[in-house]
């Protein structure tokens, strides 16, 4: 926790003479861009991104990940809604539990080793990979 | 899969989704979108707008909890999420015009590459700790 707290403080430190920084515009742009153009979440982008270009802890690159998720699927969800493809009911039951499911998983994250996120996601990573490649 | 199965199915799905998505900061999207044209039986389309429609309350949740425990910067990240969001709106309508399977593959090898170089450095990390 104390390590997480003193990465937090840190990358506010850097960020405080811009309101946004120049890398986190162009990771959003580009994470965006990938997500838009794949069809997968901009986690699986904009993750990577923070943490290997941008040099985020990677406890902090999830964090910042999960909340801009929340305008990403706004802007999605305007996207599609207007179309009328949602399956509401489908959406309600995945919702009941997803909602304890993050819960959960953030508890997990704020209290997770670093090393061991690390290789949660890069497994996560290649088992999308294989899905991807199959898929495609 | 139909009827209460079908319903008891998607709840228990939701949770293992959720989990991933609060812990790992992803939408949950590559785990939903194959569940629910599988078990669900949704079209691709449909799948997809369904999954956007459970990650907004997902990303929420687990947003309110890291910032209850004070990990990251909420408002820092949903002003990057906005610049996300403008680039993902801009790769939706290049979508339309490029051919999507070639990009699918190229961009499978990218995460599988990214995946090997996290483990490397978690597991570098870990030897050097002891």
Redesign the interface.
């Known amino acids: 926790m104390r390590a997480?707290?003193a990465s937090?403080a840190t990358?506010?430190a850097r960020?405080g003479r811009f309101?946004?920084d120049r890398e986190?515009?162009a990771?959003?742009?580009?994470?965006?861009?990938?997500?838009?153009?794949?069809?997968?979440?901009?986690?699986?982008v904009?993750?990577?991104l923070l943490?290997?270009w941008a040099r985020y802890g990677q406890?902090?690159?999830?964090?910042?990940?999960?909340?801009?998720?929340?305008?990403?699927?706004?802007?999605?969800?305007a996207?599609?809604?207007v179309?009328g493809?949602?399956?509401?009911?489908?959406?309600a039951?995945?919702?009941?539990?997803?909602?304890?499911?993050?819960?959960?998983?953030?508890?997990?994250?704020?209290r997770?080793d670093?090393?061991?996120?690390?290789?949660?996601?890069?497994?996560?990573?290649?088992g999308?990979?294989?899905?991807?490649?199959i898929?495609? | 899969m139909s009827g209460t199965t079908l319903y008891v199915a998607l709840v228990a799905f939701g949770v293992l989704a959720g989990v991933a998505s609060g812990l790992l900061g992803v939408g949950g999207g590559t785990l939903i979108v194959p569940f629910l044209t599988l078990a669900a039986g949704l079209s691709q389309h449909n799948a997809e707008a369904t999954s956007l429609l459970v990650i907004l309350p997902t990303a929420i949740a687990g947003t309110l909890t890291l910032r209850r425990r004070g990990v990251g910067d909420p408002a820092l990240a949903l002003r990057f999420g906005v610049v996300g969001a403008i680039g993902a709106v801009g790769g939706a309508l290049l979508a339309l015009a490029l051919p999507a399977g070639a990009l699918r593959i190229v961009f499978a090898v990218f995460v599988g590459l990214v995946g090997l170089r996290l483990i490397y450095d978690g597991r570098r990390a870990e030897a050097r700790a002891g």
Request: no cysteine; charged share 10%.
């Open positions: 997480s707290a937090a990358s506010r960020l309101r946004i986190l515009v990771i959003g742009v580009l994470g965006g861009l990938l997500s838009g153009l794949l069809g997968v979440g901009g986690g699986i904009m993750v990577p943490v290997i406890r902090d690159a999830h964090a910042a990940s999960l909340g801009a998720i929340i305008p990403i699927s706004i802007a999605g969800i996207t599609y809604g179309a493809h949602i399956d509401v009911r489908a959406a039951a995945l919702i009941v539990g997803s909602v304890v499911g993050a819960r959960l998983g953030a508890g997990f994250l704020a997770i670093e090393r061991h996120l690390k290789m949660v996601f890069g497994v996560f990573l290649i999308v990979a294989a899905l991807m490649g898929r495609g």
